[in-house]
């Protein structure tokens, strides 16, 4: 489909709104708000890229919740395997969103708002 591949576009531009450890969340939010709308083939590669995309870039936002709360049903198994780079083993994209969305859960983030009632 057209719009998994503009994902591999999106990755980069939003890895390019990450300077030196600071993240640019005007561009980001003008990102995240030209990929409303689109149609996604769920769950794939491509959208898993993606939402590592943007967990990287909104891992200490308050808008955490609001922007990957609903992409954990939409992850593939895969996600949640270690992965080898080089020889080495990495944890498991899946751990670390879920570490991360844990985070801001207990952080008391304003957008909870009922959110596991109502969407998981």
């Not at 005007?26 to 959208?47: C, D």
């Not at 395997?81 to 879920?98: C, H, I, Q, S, T």
Request: proline share 3%; charged share 30%.
């Amino acid at each position: 489909m057209v719009f998994d591949t503009l994902i591999w576009e999106y990755r980069k531009l939003l890895a390019s709104t990450k300077v030196e450890e600071k993240v640019d969340f005007k561009k980001v939010n003008s990102l995240y708000q030209s990929l409303k709308g689109m149609y996604f083939t769920l769950p794939s590669k491509e959208f898993s890229v993606l939402v590592t995309a943007l967990h990287k870039v909104f891992k200490e936002s308050y808008q955490y919740i609001e922007v990957m709360g609903k992409c954990l049903k939409y992850l593939r198994p895969e996600d949640f395997l270690p992965e080898v780079y080089n020889d080495r083993k990495a944890d498991a994209f899946g751990r670390a969103y879920l570490l991360c969305l844990w985070k801001n859960i207990l952080k008391g983030e304003p957008y909870l708002n009922g959110f596991w009632r109502n969407n998981l």
